[in-house]
């Protein structure tokens, strides 16, 4: 989500190809597939049973992050549920554009998001949108509104993009306060420690807190790609703002937020300030900042709950 920091047409062969790999209610390996939307080949990985009706879409952050850290997410599928994640345009295993803003506004990424879910054959998914992954996830059901059964939060990007200003300033200063501790170090040393850690120390709780190795998925990785899709992404959505859309939205919301996430105290009330008609649960996880992997109990609870798996 950070910008200075952090620099459909489905096929009947593509649709038949996801039902047959993932018709077994009992499937535990994840499948990974292609999905095309307008000339773009996005990496869609398939986990648990989406014949079941019951598809939950993780929509990971960035922009010009990948899907990986968010793996761990795949706990909760099962034969009664499908959880989906995929690398957006121009990152990861997906394809890119050609590298123009108009390539990559909120409407293509809503586009990208859909053509997945068709691919899934259903008419409805719940979506779960993490960082700017949230930004996408607040733009698509108001865009497709009937498409979505329920929104799940987490760390999201607000609904403006004067918003979003106010959170990357949150994180300037927060970045400022650990480099003056010697938490962050400004100029690392290429493919050292600091350089692999970068700024991320920033979005947590405990600025010591790293991904466990037995978690699933890895910690985010930033490259040229990122960082170029970064800067595309934000120019192409200077002036968004989703606000008078959210608040005509009535569907179940989680809004989930770590304490000591830095933007949490700009872009949780406005938020809930946008979804005046929508039945809004907030929950706040103590000693926690942007990524749930800092506290992983509370939030697959708080998740199952919602999602009524306990």
């Known amino acids: 989500m950070k910008q200075s920091v952090f620099r459909v047409m489905m096929s009947g062969i593509i649709l038949a190809f996801l039902g047959a790999a993932c018709s077994s209610p009992h499937a535990t390996i994840p499948q990974e597939h292609t999905v095309e939307n307008d000339g773009i080949a996005l990496h869609v990985r398939v986990a648990g049973n989406p014949t079941s009706g019951n598809v939950l879409i993780a929509i990971h952050g960035g922009p010009g992050m990948t899907h990986d850290y968010m793996l761990n997410i795949e706990k909760l599928a099962g034969p009664d549920l499908a959880v989906v994640t995929y690398d957006q345009r121009g990152v990861g295993r997906s394809s890119s554009p050609e590298a123009d803003p108009t390539n990559y506004a909120l409407a293509q990424y809503a586009e990208d998001l859909d053509a997945v879910r068709a691919a899934l054959d259903v008419e409805q998914v719940i979506l779960f949108g993490h960082s700017w992954g949230g930004i996408v996830a607040q733009y698509y059901a108001t865009h497709y509104p009937d498409r979505v059964s329920a929104l799940i939060l987490m760390g999201s990007g607000p609904p403006t993009h004067e918003g979003t200003l106010q959170c990357q300033d949150a994180l300037v200063q927060r970045i400022i306060t650990l480099m003056q501790q010697g938490m962050i170090i400004e100029n690392p040393e290429s493919g050292s420690q600091a350089a692999v850690v970068g700024y991320l120390p920033a979005y947590f709780s405990d600025?010591?807190?790293?991904?466990?190795?037995?978690?699933?998925?890895?910690?985010?990785?930033?490259?040229?790609?990122?960082?170029?899709?970064?800067?595309?992404?934000?120019?192409?959505?200077?002036?968004?703002?989703?606000?008078?859309?959210?608040?005509?939205?009535?569907?179940?919301?989680?809004?989930?937020?770590?304490?000591?996430?830095?933007?949490?105290?700009?872009?949780?009330?406005?938020?809930?300030?946008?979804?005046?008609?929508?039945?809004?649960?907030?929950?706040?996880?103590?000693?926690?900042?942007?990524?749930?992997?800092?506290?992983?109990?509370?939030?697959?609870?708080?998740?199952?709950?919602?999602?009524?798996?306990?």
Request: aromatic share 12%.
């Open 207 to 310: 600025p010591n807190f790293w991904f466990s190795p037995d978690d699933p998925g890895r910690a985010p990785k930033i490259d040229e790609r990122t960082t170029l899709v970064n800067d595309l992404t934000w120019a192409a959505n200077a002036d968004y703002d989703l606000t008078a859309d959210l608040a005509r939205l009535n569907q179940r919301v989680l809004n989930l937020w770590g304490e000591d996430d830095p933007v949490r105290q700009i872009s949780s009330p406005m938020i809930i300030t946008a979804l005046p008609n929508a039945d809004l649960e907030t929950v706040v996880f103590n000693h926690c900042g942007h990524f749930w992997q800092e506290c992983p109990e509370p939030f697959f609870k708080a998740i199952s709950e919602f999602l009524s798996l306990e």
